[in-house]
């Protein structure tokens, strides 16, 4: 079969159209790049004694794990303060937008998936919680810390044997194939402190593996994550299924699964129609 060169998709194009969902629409759905999550949240924080001075500016849960102290990071560069401020919708009332603080952006760390080096940029929201944005890749905000203890962006391939690579690229005419049966070649997460400790991702042969987390302080208090999925796990067979977050007592405190793509309260790939149609709604949209 011959496919013409101008069918073809990449992965990089698909994140223009990739679309996690991981509950009620109207809560948890985000575009790969400039998604919300809106509702309000509050932290608290109790001092006792001497060490009030200590603790009013530090988090408990700071005091028990490596974190990042927010205003030592370096500050981002000026292009991405400048992506941090089109987070916002100018349709939008105000006090329905996350408010990303451009200015205060700062560059946190750095991960390898996907075949290549990304930096993770992350900003406070002026509307409560956080922003962030994967540098080349994917982006968000979460208000809502209190009630979206941890959200979960992917990139999915179609199913291969391991002893093939994901393919990269794919003609317009498997599109289908890959929303119906994608499975996960990498992925991102946030994970909101102190309700999460600890995030474990599940596979369909019952192993885990748990990713390691950089915690970051006040005013982001949340983690952040990566994972690229080993050739071999990305087949028809073995794969990931699902990624929890427990709370420091062991408890379930979030639960996404993974796969398959159309799973009803998993992620979905959104696929245009045609160029110029949105692509579908999540669910209850």
Not at 41 to 47: E, F, R
Not at 167 to 179: F, N, Q, V
Request: net charge negative; with cysteine.
């Amino acid at each position: 079969m011959t496919t013409n060169s101008d069918d073809l998709v990449s992965l990089d194009e698909l994140r223009s159209v990739l679309s996690v969902y991981a509950g009620p629409a109207d809560a948890r759905s985000r575009p790969a790049r400039h998604g919300l999550r809106r509702r309000p949240v509050v932290l608290g924080l109790v001092a006792v004694g001497a060490l009030a001075v200590v603790f009013a500016a530090t988090p408990a849960w700071a005091l028990v794990r490596d974190i990042l102290p927010f205003w030592s990071q370096p500050s981002a560069p000026q292009s991405v303060k400048h992506d941090f401020s089109t987070f916002d919708n100018p349709l939008v009332p105000p006090n329905m937008t996350p408010g990303a603080d451009a200015a205060d952006a700062r560059e946190v760390m750095q991960a390898d998936f996907g075949g290549a080096t990304h930096t993770l940029y992350v900003s406070p929201a002026k509307n409560n919680g956080y922003c962030f944005e994967w540098s080349d890749s994917v982006g968000g905000c979460n208000t809502i810390p209190d009630q979206v203890p941890m959200d979960i962006s992917e990139m999915p391939v179609l199913p291969h044997d391991g002893s093939q690579p994901p393919a990269t690229t794919l003609p317009e005419s498997e599109m289908r194939d890959l929303e119906l049966h994608g499975v996960t070649y990498w992925l991102t997460g946030d994970a909101v402190s102190p309700t999460v400790t600890n995030v474990v991702i599940h596979f369909s042969d019952g192993t885990t593996v748990e990713p390691e987390i950089t915690w970051i302080s006040a005013p982001i208090n949340a983690g952040f994550f990566t994972y690229e999925v080993p050739n071999d796990k990305q087949s028809a067979t073995d794969h990931v299924t699902e990624v929890d977050a427990y709370d420091a007592n062991g408890n379930l405190v979030e639960q996404q699964p993974m796969s398959p793509m159309t799973h009803a309260t998993g992620p979905t790939l959104a696929v245009p129609t045609d160029p110029g149609s949105p692509g579908p709604a999540g669910p209850g949209g």
